[in-house]
């Protein structure tokens, strides 16, 4: 009878720990697949940024260029 106790409590600690374990590598995906998104999501901000900057010189450039063209027709 003690035989059978054993097996059923060693059956159950086996069970326990294979949960512990799925439940583990569970979280384990979930934060790889969110440490992804977040890695994703940094490249996309960052390259919107520079195309932000990239527009802003453009603008400045087309602004110096307008009020050298105004200058110029003032002096003369």
Same mark, same amino acid.
């Given at each position: 009878?003690?035989?059978?106790?054993?097996?059923?409590?060693?059956?159950?600690?086996?069970?326990?720990?294979?949960?512990?374990?799925?439940?583990?590598?569970?979280?384990?995906?979930?934060?790889?697949?969110? =440490?992804?998104?977040?890695?994703?999501?940094?490249?996309?901000?960052?390259?919107?940024?520079?195309?932000?900057?990239?527009?802003?010189?453009?603008?400045?450039?087309?602004?110096?260029?307008? =009020?050298?063209?105004?200058?110029?027709?003032?002096?003369?």
């Amino acid at each position: 009878m003690k035989k059978d106790t054993l097996k059923k409590g060693s059956k159950s600690t086996e069970k326990s720990a294979g949960k512990k374990l799925q439940v583990q590598e569970r979280d384990d995906e979930k934060r790889k697949g969110q =440490l992804k998104k977040d890695c994703l999501t940094k490249i996309a901000d960052e390259s919107k940024n520079d195309e932000v900057k990239r527009q802003e010189n453009i603008q400045k450039k087309k602004e110096v260029e307008l =009020l050298c063209k105004c200058f110029r027709l003032t002096v003369r």
